[in-house]
């Protein structure tokens, strides 16, 4: 199963950049990791969007729940979960 974590902004721009070197910190370890394949902020600038590797909805759950802007309740994610019938080469 995998996932696309969409993150919504809960404060200001100004207020989400005191977290964001936290969280690029955080997510170049998920993406190190392999548990992160696709990452970046939308071109609305309110929010962002994660693609999750193959793994557990729970698991998904708790890479959000470990995010700094998580942990600083300056952003909210919603999970949407699809079987991937169709993938390229690798994954």
């Known amino acids: 199963m995998f996932h696309v974590l969409n993150i919504t902004y809960l404060k200001p721009l100004d207020v989400i950049d005191q977290s964001r070197p936290a969280h ?10 392999g548990r992160i394949l696709l990452a970046g902020r939308l071109e609305s600038q309110d929010g962002a969007v994660l693609v999750a590797a193959d793994m557990s909805a ?34």
């Open 58 to 91: 729970e698991e998904a759950d708790a890479i959000a729940a470990a995010d700094p802007y998580t942990l600083a309740g300056v952003a909210r994610y919603e999970r949407v979960s699809f079987n991937a019938g169709f993938r390229a080469p690798g994954l």
């Open 24 to 33: 690029l910190e955080w997510l170049k370890g998920e993406v190190e990791a």
